[in-house]
């Protein structure tokens, strides 16, 4: 595990990266979706907004940690080999920012061996910021560390009062059939569902309590690192399907309260 100065050097240095990119955003957004616009693969795109705001994540972790590794989504493994490797997602809900639909996030980690030690998502137009330390709670704030508020999840019993947020396997269409089998399977014991767009966010709301449960098949590391850590920090629990920690690997995710996060494991095994 990172020591205490260095984890708390390196929130410091997350939050001043995401500053960073969270200006090149709201820039971004500015200028009427002036931007050049690429396809990675079918419905998965890249902007030059993206590679912007990367740039600028990982010009201002580098210049603080120059022997720490990097993992951006544009740029995949971008450098070194070492115990501390940083996780960037420097636009998470690219589809959603090039609609001026306004669920979008910036979200950056440090993980040390497989397990997350800071974590920060930044949502730029609600100007929220959640970030976590290992073994210190999730918090929220405006862009004021000081006046930083911890967050807790929700696991509220009745499945009526369950509020649970997925994702569609967009990237994945040869898996439509199973997971809508699986949303199916789970609408019988939720109050209610919702698809918004950005892994990042919803897994922060799992750890603000504003949902109960997330689960969605095939998302990247760089799209959990940093909400698995929120998530544990505020009490509750992120695995695959199956309910084993091969969800960095796979990208099956089911996350929530000990209560909701059960249900899920319970009912997304079969489908796993």
């Known amino acids: 595990m990172a020591d205490a ?33 690429a396809d990675k693969q079918s419905r998965d795109f890249v902007t030059a907004i993206d590679r912007a705001a990367e740039e600028a994540i990982v010009e201002r972790i580098q210049r603080a940690f120059p022997d720490h590794a990097m993992m951006a989504e544009e740029s995949g493994q971008r450098s070194g080999r070492s115990a501390h490797t940083w996780v960037i997602d420097p636009l998470d809900g690219t589809t959603n920012f090039m609609h001026r639909f306004p669920m979008y996030a910036v979200s950056i980690a440090l993980i040390e061996g497989d397990a997350p030690q800071v974590g920060v998502v930044v949502d730029p137009v609600r100007g929220e910021w959640f970030t976590a330390r290992v073994g210190e709670g999730s918090r929220l704030d405006s862009g004021q560390p000081d006046d930083a508020q911890p967050i807790r999840v929700a696991d509220p019993p009745r499945p009526d009062r369950r509020l649970v947020a997925t994702g569609f396997p967009f990237r994945h269409p040869d898996h439509i059939d199973l997971y809508l089998a699986a949303f199916a399977a789970l609408f019988e014991n939720v109050g209610d569902m919702r698809r918004a767009g950005s892994a990042a966010l919803d897994l922060a709301y799992v750890a603000a309590g504003r949902v109960d449960g997330f689960w969605e ?56």
Do not use: C, K, M
């Open 5 to 37: 100065v260095e984890t708390a050097d390196a929130l410091a240095v997350a939050r001043e990266a995401a500053a960073d990119a969270v200006a090149v955003l709201r820039a971004a957004a500015e200028s009427a979706g002036q931007y050049e616009v």
């Open 217 to 272: 098949i095939g998302l990247n590391l760089w799209d959990i690192a940093a909400g698995e850590l929120l998530i544990a920090e505020a009490g509750g629990i992120v695995t695959d399907w199956s309910g084993t920690d091969a969800h960095r690997d796979s990208g099956w995710v089911a996350a929530g309260g000990p209560e909701v996060h059960g249900l899920l494991v319970d009912t997304l095994a079969r489908f796993a």
